[in-house]
């Protein structure tokens, strides 16, 4: 059996205070005079896109915005924003946000390439052309979408979230600036952290992980826990702001070449039903889900244990386990989220179509054993 790891990650990655500033030469790079600027309503009326615009202006290209990206976004984001990109002849993609826009762009920059429907690439490696250029600029710390090859959209007829995994998805080029995330609120602050956690965690967790998933993952974890609580109580803070934009580097490389679990192919259904925080849905899911992976592979974490600053010293790995669990809930509850399902909207009748969806969710096979059906429904009951 071949041993062999493929990692994945754009061939430039800018970090740190002020590096948007310093994008221009590597725009310019591209030769492309005229880019489609996928973003929100929110970051482009509150000037965050006109910053991005004035250096691509310095680097002599014209932006098309496309403002309408959902939070959640619908497979009519992808398609509208496709038709502006050929209507307006453009020819690469810049998308300015977090997941939502970044997701949208990259699904975008596919169909241009491969045509057809959004719906039709729904699985692992269902195009054959690379996406157009796309440079990310993120402006929130934690899903690491413009790391990673994996994209979600929402399939508004079904009402299920579209998982796609496929290296032609991978951007051009990357842009983590934290000074676009200061003064984010602090509930969007906890749960893109809680996200990056959720990828740290389900990498090292996962049967696909390596070591340098592994050492990736683990860093990730012991900053997320030092700097986390700092980011969400003081906004501006900047130091905490930076170290978590290098958490989404760590996590997004981690579980882009390892993979992830059923935290979130749970949390993806809970999103696409009833549109809620993708962040949010893997908080409250981490501890439940792997309360009960920890019993199969155990081992993983006493590492995890370590890195969260906790000690393992003279412990089982079930111990640690324990220790690991209480953790995450009790970082929850310092950063906010919410403690229980019904108050976000979930009834109990749609108990039985989210497990039948989440067991055929493109991360399911990924987790370290798959749980049946009753199984997944008793574990969205224990937070409902």
Known sequence: MSSTHVVYVPSTNLMGRGCLADMGPYVAELGCRKALLVTDKFLNQSGIADKVKQVLSGAGVEAVVYDEVKPNPTTKNVQDGVELFQESQCEFIVSVGGGS???AAKAIGLVV?????IRSY???????????????VNTTAGTSSEYTINYVITDEDRGVKMVMVDKNSLVTISVNDPELMTGKPASLTAATGMDALTHAIEAIVTPGAFPVTNATALAAVEIIFN??????EKGEDIEAREQMTYVMFLAGLAFNNAGLGFVHAMAHQLGGMYDLPH???NAMLLPIVERENAKRSPAKFRLIAKAA???PAGKSD????????KAIQDLSVKVGIPSKLSKLGIQEVDLELLADNALKDACAPGNPYQPTKDEVIAMFKEIL
């Open 122 to 136: 729904e699985g692992v490696g269902k195009t054959r052309h690379k996406s157009v250029p796309i440079i990310a």
């Open 113 to 117: 390439t491969n045509g057809g429907d």
């Open 318 to 325: 079930a111990e640690c386990a324990d220790e690991v669990i």
């Open 227 to 232: 700097y986390l609580p700092r980011a969400v």
């Open 101 to 103: 826009p970044q997701d």
């Open 309 to 311: 600053g906790l000690d």
């Open 279 to 281: 962040g949010v849905c």
